[in-house]
């Protein structure tokens, strides 16, 4: 079974929790972190609610009042009211707005001999080639064409011709 932890606030916590929860703009996720902390309390005198019941009237699970309870008792108070900071930062961006530029470029240019028209396998392989980038997936070329609102087929291919419409 995990540890339990006590929320046993000091009288300047508890005031300072207390301005919290009444000062008019504040977010939502630091209000419903700091009202939780306040019935936690364990102090003398203060509501030392369970944990379901406090998970229960502010409308969140109990395991995150827990959470909440070990990161109040570990790293302080204001820790267990701010937002965790990610582990891991964010993925760099391979495919920029330049790599789309000369993507873009590539498929407006001639077809390689012996071929009528680019297909995204036939791009992302002379992207490669070209070293736009070291790895292209057909389904990234695809996915920047459909982004511009770039079709391969958009020009006539003479399989059909257009027909005119009637004026009314």
Partial sequence: MSP???VTL???ERSELEKLTKKGKIEARRFKHARALRLCDASPGSPAWKVADVADALG???R???HLKKRFVEEGLEAALERKPSEKPPREVIFDGAFEARLIALACSDTPEGYNRWTVRLLAEKA???RFADKVSHMTV???LKKMNFSLTGKNTGKSRRKAVQPL
């Fill in 10 to 12: 000091t009288k300047e």
């Fill in 64 to 66: 995150s009042i827990e």
């Fill in 142 to 144: 695809q996915r920047a």
């Fill in 60 to 62: 969140v699970t109990s």
């Fill in 4 to 6: 339990r932890y006590r």
């Fill in 128 to 130: 490669v080639e070209l």
